[in-house]
């Protein structure tokens, strides 16, 4: 039995890797479409699946696949992966001195069976101005990212609490990952 990641993220390959887990990477097909008629936490545990079951069809029954989908959510409006640097700097406006949910749906398909679960965290940032985010745009750091910032990165500086698990917000809630592996017969620790 092999453990396939079905996503190309540095961050959560870093954070499997952080608990010792033996895995190989296989990028899933699935398209995120943030714009379906569903609850946030539901919506990250569908495109979870989406990803995973893409997988899961293409390697062995005995191969355990993990999906995973990190979203953010302000005042109801969920906010993905920037498209282009001016759509980030739109998120991270309306993100500047608020909380928001991170919100991270798995899934675990293994030998026909799919187990889902996801996991919240409160983020609240601290007021950036114009010219704070526009230095960070610059990076490079907030493509590719929910919400359009890390916060094992440069945006830490942005973040001025959070209530919940940290690992979820990186992209990965390694704790209820963990519980749902066990589902499949695969214990992390």
């Known amino acids: 039995m092999a453990i396939i990641l ?3 993220s540095p961050r959560r390959m870093e954070l499997l890797r952080q608990v010792g887990c033996d895995f190989t990477v296989m ?8 714009n379906q008629e569903l609850a946030p936490q539901e919506l990250a545990m569908l495109h979870a699946r989406e ?3 893409d997988v899961v069809a293409k390697v062995s029954m005995d191969d355990v696949v993990i999906g995973a989908d990190t979203i953010v959510v302000l005042d ?3 906010y993905g992966k920037p498209v282009d640097s001016n759509d980030a700097r739109q998120m991270l406006m309306a993100l500047s001195g608020k909380e928001h949910q991170v919100i991270t749906g798995i899934a675990v398909a293994h030998a026909g069976n799919i187990w889902t679960d996801f996991a919240i965290t409160i983020v609240k940032f601290a007021n950036s101005n114009a010219e704070q985010i526009q230095r960070y745009l610059v990076t490079g750091e907030p493509m590719g990212k929910a919400g359009a910032y890390a916060i094992q990165g440069i ?6 609490n959070i209530h919940g698990c940290y690992n979820n917000v990186v992209g990965l809630p390694l704790r209820k990952l963990s519980d749902v592996l066990q589902k499949a017969g695969v214990t992390l620790l």
């Open 6 to 8: 079905a996503s190309s």
């Open 27 to 34: 990028v899933s097909d699935a398209i995120e479409d943030n």
């Open 51 to 53: 990803k995973a079951m």
């Open 76 to 78: 109801g409006k969920v």
């Open 155 to 160: 945006g830490a500086l942005m973040v001025e």
